[in-house]
């Protein structure tokens, strides 16, 4: 079965610094792969996905993702963090079983400092 | 503009009430989902529909029910809500290929006392 590791629990970044949370994931095969946000009392958003092709993907608000099959990882990036990115960052792998089952890491708490 | 709606955001049951919970969406897309997702943890899939077709996550409790009376609606049901269930409920839709990106509602937090 898929699993995905987010080994941080929480991350303090002050703002204007870089960020990198990190994803790691265990599948069989290509695996699909996504990056949602969670603000404090939301839903999940989508910040970017991974099917195939370039590896480098980008999302909305700035961030982006390198997907690296040797390492099996899947690390989310920005190169400036704003105030407003504060929330919980969730990384998730889809099982294509038809339709599109996902799988979720137990989250990032990112935190800006000012 | 709002593409996938929960209601309510919070819902305050007692020990052993039944609750349901209700989400309507106007993407058109023939799957639904509902995610459990408890105080600090990871979202977790509790079943989906494809169309009418009901589908359940083989760990979810008897408990739990669902019920889609249409492509826009569906609602789940929690029989004898529990203290463990406790959690907030997400819905989300795509359509139904492993490429698509699921929409998340903002969610529903239930309180059981």
């Known amino acids: 079965a898929q699993s995905v590791t987010q080994p941080d629990i929480h991350i303090t970044v002050s703002e204007g610094a870089s960020l990198e949370l990190r994803c790691n994931y265990s599948?069989?095969?290509?695996?699909?792969l996504f990056w949602y946000v969670q603000s404090p009392g939301q839903g999940l958003q989508l910040l970017l996905k991974?099917?195939?092709?370039?590896?480098l993907v980008q999302g909305i608000k700035g961030f982006e993702a390198e997907f690296k099959r040797s390492q099996s990882s899947f690390n989310l990036r920005k190169p400036s963090v704003h105030w407003s990115d504060a929330a919980e960052y969730f990384c998730?792998?889809?099982?294509?079983?038809?339709?599109?089952?996902?799988?979720f890491g137990t989250g990032t708490r990112l935190l800006v400092s000012p | 503009d709002a593409m996938v709606i929960q209601n309510p955001r919070y819902q305050v049951t007692q020990f052993g009430k039944p609750v349901t919970l209700s989400c309507s969406q106007t993407l058109n897309h023939n799957v639904m989902y509902w995610y459990q997702q408890k105080s600090s943890q990871a979202p977790k899939l509790l079943f989906h529909y494809y169309d009418k077709d009901f589908n359940n996550e083989a760990d979810t409790p008897d408990n739990f029910q669902s019920r889609r009376p249409n492509t826009s609606f569906c609602f789940l049901d929690i029989r004898s809500p529990g203290l463990g269930d406790a959690a907030m409920y997400l819905c989300a839709t795509s359509r139904r290929t492993a490429q698509e990106t699921q929409y998340f509602g903002p969610g529903t937090r239930l309180l059981v006392l």
């Open positions: 998730a792998v889809g099982e294509n079983t038809g339709f599109q089952k996902l799988v």
């Open positions: 991974y099917f195939s092709g370039d590896t």
């Open positions: 599948y069989g095969a290509t695996p699909y």
